[in-house]
């Protein structure tokens, strides 16, 4: 049974950092193409950072420099280090993994920046 269990949101001041982790299982972990999204209240869901099976990264221009994507291969799990967090990074964040025709994803995990 493929799961995708992201853990680590919760409220902190702009200019905070929080660090989210996805445990992955029921798939092979190493295969795929890794990713965090988001979606704010009334947003369309949007791709923030990706990890590919090689090892390249990618993020979505508003988070370049800010946010980190790792990932353990050992531990199936992938993680997202955010820093210096913004009001406008307020959403749910979900984990995605993906190959081909096959893209699963986790429950989500709530993200609020906030004073």
């Known amino acids: 049974q493929v799961q995708l269990v992201e853990s680590g949101g919760g409220l902190v001041q702009p200019g905070g950092s929080l660090r989210l982790s996805c445990a992955a299982s029921?798939?092979?972990?190493?295969?795929?193409?890794m990713s965090w999204f988001r979606q704010a209240p009334g947003k369309e869901r949007e791709l923030v950072a990706v990890?590919?099976?090689?090892?390249?990264?990618n993020y979505e221009d508003s988070v370049r420099g800010r946010f980190t994507i790792s990932r353990d291969i050992d531990k199936n799990t992938v993680s997202l280090q955010m820093n210096s967090l913004r009001p406008e990074d307020t959403a749910v964040y979900y984990c995605?993994?993906?190959?081909?025709?096959?893209?699963?994803w986790g429950q989500g995990t709530q993200v609020t920046v906030s004073s």
């Open positions: 995605n993994g993906l190959r081909g025709p096959y893209s699963y």
């Open positions: 990890i590919t099976p090689s090892g390249t990264t």
């Open positions: 029921g798939f092979t972990f190493s295969s795929y193409a």
